[in-house]
């Protein structure tokens, strides 16, 4: 497992799954597939989409970062043996994947994990908050402090999430209230600083209270996208949103955003579902972006 150094940090992936995901007409209802594809044929390689059989390569993965002998988790993935909302769900419903496996293989044991950090409350990004222990769901990262995004938080509890979204109420249910029960929870606003140089921003748009991580140095700097966006497509047409982006505009002005942010830092951009290497540079091309992958050995 390759990692990167960049500044006082080092960031690693830890991989739950990297599989075929969804279809790109139902993930992206409005992308104009073929016309992308011809443009920007790099867009369509293997490691970024299946052509057979017509399903975006999509990764499921955590960030690891250390700071200063402090070891940051950055979204959980989806999480073993949780009971999902079918036939939508299907892909996240049951699953027995080597997650902590993969965790030990980047040198880390759960125990040893400073802070969880969830972008947002999604399925997908909060699973191994939590882990089975009989009939009840324990902390995985039992001295973590768990950070949620204050706004993001009572979006799903006690605001317009669980209406907006009812098939991630059970997601909330097994792997966000046990963490709060268990007293590991701490709210975070824009602008807080975990560690160093690494920073919690607003990032709105895909769910209401959605954040982002940066860490900035005089060494260099990257960000945690979360699903700001889900696939480098994003990058060449950054206007096209996910199906499950809960507020169209506002996730195409964070989206860009990020993405002018990325071009003038030179800033690593980390999100959690591209395809391998996974993460990379934006740089600008006329009005538009470009992405220049991250060149690394798998994983
Ligand atoms: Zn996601």
Not at 117 to 125: E, S, V
Not at 195 to 208: F, I
Request: with cysteine; glycine share 8%; hydrophobic share 40%.
């Amino acid at each position: 497992m390759r990692s990167h150094q960049i500044g006082e940090a080092r960031i690693t992936r830890v991989e739950e799954v990297l599989e075929r995901g969804f279809k790109p007409s139902f993930l992206f209802p409005d992308l104009d597939r073929d016309a992308l594809f011809e443009r920007h044929p790099q867009l369509a390689q293997a490691n970024f989409y299946d052509a057979e059989q017509d399903r975006l390569m999509s990764s499921i993965h955590s960030w690891l970062i250390r700071i200063g002998g402090k070891i940051v988790v950055v979204d959980t993935c989806s999480g073993n043996g949780k009971t999902r909302a079918l036939p939508l769900f299907a892909r996240f419903h049951m699953l027995d994947f080597p997650y902590l496996d993969n965790l030990a293989a980047a040198g880390v044991r759960p125990e040893e994990v400073d802070y969880v950090f969830c972008t947002h409350l999604h399925i997908d990004h909060v699973g191994w908050n939590t882990r089975r222990d009989g009939e009840a769901w324990v902390p995985t990262f039992p001295n973590a402090r768990y950070l949620f995004g204050r706004t993001e938080y009572d979006h799903w509890v006690g605001g317009s999430g669980p209406a907006i979204f009812p098939e991630n109420v059970a997601v909330v249910e097994d792997s966000v209230l046990p963490v709060v029960a268990a007293g590991l929870v701490k709210l975070v606003d824009d602008g807080d600083e975990i560690l160093p140089g690494l920073t919690v921003h607003r990032a709105p748009g895909h769910t209401e209270g959605h954040m982002a991580l940066r860490y900035t140095s005089p060494e260099g700097s990257f960000i945690v996208t979360g699903d700001c966006m889900h696939q480098p497509i994003q990058i060449y047409a950054p206007e096209i949103n996910s199906c499950f982006c809960e507020k169209p505009e506002e996730a195409r002005r964070t989206r860009r955003a990020i993405l002018d942010w990325c071009a003038e830092e030179g800033a690593l951009l980390m999100p959690i579902h591209f395809g391998w290497p996974h993460a990379g540079f934006v740089r600008r091309d006329g009005a538009g972006y470009r992405f220049e992958p991250l060149e690394t050995a798998a994983g």
